[in-house]
T-cell receptor, first 116, second 109 residues
Framework: DAGVTQSPTHLIKTRGQQVTLRCSPISGHKSVSWYQQVLGQGPQFIFQ???????GRGNFPDRFSARQFPNYSSELNVNALLLGDSALYLC???????????????FGQGTRLTVV | AQRVTQPEKLLSVFKGAPVELKCNYSYSGSPELFWYVQYSRQRLQLLLR??SRESIKGFTADLNKGETSFHLKKPFAQEEDSAMYYC???????????FGQGTRLTINP
């Protein structure tokens, strides 16, 4: 098992463009969460999806949206990109919707988005 | 408001010395607390969680509700402990993790 996989690994976009980031969870995991990590800061929660339904949303503008597919993979979309959207975007998957004792969130390597 | 504060961005200690990475939190309720670690060129991974009360790689962390702290400790640092450490919390029954800004720990030989 390769763990949580994210694509692409790096991406350069121009201001105003739209971007789609992809995440494949660990096999059997039904929960996917997205985080944004700006340089020098800790990850900041964007969305959580569980069984294809949105379970949580962080304090991000409506330009950010996500969805989860029947195979539990997920996409994060960001419209009208701003320079401030430049960051590492992390995806995490877990078996369940909440972090119980026997489950944990497993993170992908992330997608480095640069907006110029 | 949910907040995690790691007051030290950088921490450098010598091999064999004790290590303590500080974490303070703000949460109205009973949170679950975690320490995540990111070694060089590796992905973020869970180190330990307070509910498990485990010692992982010699590290322990005790939840102090009175001081709202969850400091990470190790009595004798090893060079392989050099990494970025993040303290995080979540509300009970929620997957959302709130992270601190992280502490970069460097163990000098």
């Amino acid at each position: 098992d390769a763990g949580v996989t994210q694509s692409p690994t790096h991406l350069i976009k121009t201001r105003g463009q739209q971007v789609t980031l992809r995440c494949s969870p660990i096999s059997g995991h039904k929960s996917v969460s997205w985080y944004q990590q700006v340089l020098g800061q800790g990850p900041q929660f964007i969305f959580q999806y569980y069984e294809k339904e949105e379970r949580g949303r962080g304090n991000f503008p409506d330009r950010f949206s996500a969805r989860q597919f029947p195979n539990y993979s997920s996409e994060l979309n960001v419209n009208a990109l701003l320079l401030g959207d430049s960051a590492l975007y992390l995806c995490a998957s877990s078996l369940e919707a909440a972090p119980r004792v026997n489950t944990e969130a497993f993170f992908g390597q992330g997608t480095r988005l640069t907006v110029v | 408001a949910q907040r995690v504060t790691q007051p030290e961005k950088l921490l450098s200690v010598f091999k064999g010395a004790p290590v303590e990475l500080k974490c303070n939190y703000s949460y109205s309720g009973s949170p679950e607390l975690f320490w995540y670690v990111q070694y060089s060129r590796q992905r973020l991974q869970l180190l330990l969680r307070h509910i498990s009360r485990e010692s992982i790689k010699g590290f322990t962390a005790d939840l102090n509700k009175g001081e709202t702290s969850f400091h990470l400790k190790k009595p004798f640092a090893q060079e392989e402990d050099s990494a970025m450490y993040y303290c995080a919390l979540s509300g009970r029954g929620a997957q959302k993790l709130v992270f601190g800004q992280g502490t970069r720990l460097t163990i000098n030989p």
